[in-house]
């Protein structure tokens, strides 16, 4: 998706992700419980994007640093995903992920929650291993949010009360408390000072933020052969995202009728995707939300500017701007 | 069920024990998800004995310890244990917890899921605040031997081939390797030497597992009232126990085919009970598991020899002692 300046940090940073990768393999083992890499396996070699390790292998970078730290805090990071999109899959009761089925479809969800909670608990030892206690901290504040967003979204799933500030912080759950922790949590191994640790902080918060709105749009605009979404998916599956949370908010009594009728209620009709999308026209919705996912990414690449020059620096002022562009 | 010496750590530990609770209270609050709250408040308003927290405690003062990262700590370990059990009543699928309907049973799995999840990372920021990376480590290692002793259960379950190697893998995780950080991490706070650390450690492991094995005979000879639990529950629910693991080991083809049947296929009939305590009466399965429980609980006092002469060190003696009177 992120094509271009991924594939140029992914260039850059192949030598240390392969690194990572091996570290993956090899701490996703269990002596015991041969159940474990065949689950991880299964997800691990399904590929992904591999962005949040590679976030913090750039924000090290970035802040000079020239150890391998950076590497056990990249296969951390990945491990934390990894554990959340098992037990995503489990809780949205998915069947397909990255193009394949899901683990709880091949195995069952037992194995999902179990195995997540082995990667989490990896994900720990390894962040141990580093010594750093405020890179601890940050992480297990970063996990604090992340379990908060979710059962968030489960309380506020399909509730037309959900306002901008709640919508905000399942995103941050959801999303944006990972990268933030994974580009800050590379400043601070590099023993970078605080104003560009911060600086990392906001550039991966903002970065997620961004990258969400763009995946909520995408919904109601993308060409499904380049997203691998169908539109509407997300208004089938009923989930409240910016552009309509935005919508409702303007609704008058018969629209208001109609997000209670297929957003809460779930009965949907052929035509009401394309009444959504120009309810939401009508109101600019959609506009609005774009013009936030823009500004987010502009936060985003403000941010940088307290960070060194660089050229990993111009990768992730690249890779703001690419997060939106497939919404231009 | 631990009655008298517990009771007497209790008494001990009063006031500490109510800063705990005031602590668990606080940090199980979310400013933005109001099902936490309700979800945690529902499981740990349910009592239980706090027996972990307590060791913690106990250790602790045991080694002389002044401050009040213990209390920390011991919240932490309950958090800990909280969120196993959250998780494990959504894979066991169970629908009673501490006499009172269980959280998935109650809410759904999801939330017992994403809760569970918020109290592991809510339990990362306590141990975060104590400052101790060594705290740290024993606590992230303890968490990866639970969550891979949980898998090695599911897929060991109902499996006639598991060793008492197998098993002593899933008792520790299941229940030793909690035991043993809690009782380890309240000395290495305490500032322990080494070998008294190492004795904490060995101390609650022998005591998780002689508790655990207690367990198993429990359910074939323990009088309901008293336990909690109907004879022949885990017998009926097909558990590979002990016990049953020991009469397997011994079985010939008749008894291999009844074992089969039971328990691996789960065709159960009148009087298969009653049958399988006659066959493990005569290969002396059930005086077999029993002398191992008090061997482990005589491994447990053991080790307490290492540790300094102490009014708790004795209450922890009495503890192992009381574990296995149960089955004496």
Known sequence: MLSKPHDRLAARFEAKMTAVDMLIRTRMESRHAPRIPQVTAHLVGAGGKRLRPMLTLAAADLCGYSGDNDEKLAATV????????????????????????????????????????YLFARSFQLMVETGSLRVLDILANASATIAEGEVLQLTAARDLATTEEIYLQVVRGKTAALFSAATEVGGVIAGAPDTQARALYE?????????????????????SDATGKNIGDDFRERKLTLPIIKAVAQADATEREFWRRT????????????????????????????????????RATDSLEHLPRHPVRDLLSELADYVVSRIA
């Open 78 to 117: 990945e491990f934390i995903h990894t554990a959340t999109l098992l037990h995503d899959d489990v809780v949205d009761e998915s069947s397909q992920r990255r193009g394949r089925a899901t683990a709880n479809l091949l195995w069952d969800n037992k194995s999902s929650i179990l195995v997540g909670d």
């Open 263 to 298: 957003i809460e209620k779930g009965d949907q009709q052929d035509g009401d995707l394309e009444h959504a999308m120009a309810v939401m026209e009508r109101h600019g919705a959609l506009n609005a939300a774009r013009a936030d996912a823009f500004d987010w990414a502009n």
């Open 203 to 223: 550039y991966g918060d903002a970065l997620g933020i961004a990258f969400q709105i763009a995946d909520d749009l995408l919904d109601f605009q993308g060409d």
